[in-house]
């Protein structure tokens, strides 16, 4: 049962373009919203994250939108820059106590001089 | 400041066999949890230790174990080696919450496992 999914395993963007990466959650307990990038070789990387009181969250050239009702968040970046290109996970999580974090299968993103 | 370490990077065992996979928690952190990533898939979490004793746990089998010790460190084993059980493993460590929102995890480069 795969409680958080994206759907797009791949993403090539122009540099200075914004990318738009998608998430979906279904498991409605979840509260709390991370996004992670991992460059190959590396562990992912926290990247910013989004709780269920809010529906955006902004870091820099990063930010993070929830849409509660559709069980739906992205992560735009702008402005895109070659550096970015990396596989980004999303992972969603229940707050309060020990967590259980539940990860995507992530978004290899491609940005392009 | 030293990030989550883990040791080996990589390793090779046969079907059968036992594994152990260590990790050390990034400085000031208290909770650790381990995760399982085949390729091409997300990270699968595995279990999470804090205070010595496992708090929570994903769908894995009980021939995966750990154990945490009073420095925080980690150890995950692993019994009765299956070709499946091929895969990087990740450690990451967090400072546990309370009631509050989590705190991002910080993740360890990995151990990759392949068994033969």
């Known amino acids: 049962d795969q409680q958080v999914k994206q759907n797009s395993p791949s993403l090539s963007v122009q540099e200075g373009r914004i990318s738009i990466l998608n998430c979906d959650y279904t498991n409605s307990m979840f509260d709390y919203f991370l996004w992670y990038k991992k460059y190959p070789a590396e562990g992912p990387t926290f990247l910013i994250s989004i709780s269920s009181i809010k529906d955006k969250n902004e870091d820099g050239r990063f930010t993070v939108f929830l849409n509660k009702s559709a069980k739906h968040l992205s992560l735009h970046i702008v402005p895109s820059q070659p550096g970015d290109s990396a596989v980004y996970f999303c992972a969603a999580s229940r707050s309060g106590g020990y967590q259980k974090v539940t990860f995507g299968t992530g978004t290899k993103l491609q940005v392009i001089p | 400041d030293a990030g989550v370490t883990q040791s080996p990077t990589h390793l090779i065992k046969t079907r059968g066999q036992q594994v152990t996979l260590r990790c050390s928690p990034k400085?000031?952190?208290?909770?650790v949890s381990w995760y399982q990533q085949a390729l091409g898939q997300g990270p699968q979490f595995i279990f999470q230790?804090?205070?010595?004793?496992?708090?929570q746990r994903g769908n894995f089998p009980d021939r995966f174990s750990g154990h945490q010790f009073p420095n925080y460190s980690s150890e995950l084993n692993v019994n009765a080696l299956l070709l499946g059980d091929s895969a990087l493993y990740l450690c990451?460590?967090?400072?546990?919450?309370?009631?509050?929102?989590?705190?991002?995890?910080?993740f360890g480069d990995g151990t990759r496992l392949s068994i033969l």
């Open positions: 400085s000031g952190h208290d909770t």
């Open positions: 230790y804090y205070e010595e004793e496992e708090r």
């Open positions: 990451a460590s967090s400072i546990l919450s309370g009631t509050g929102f989590p705190q991002p995890q910080h």
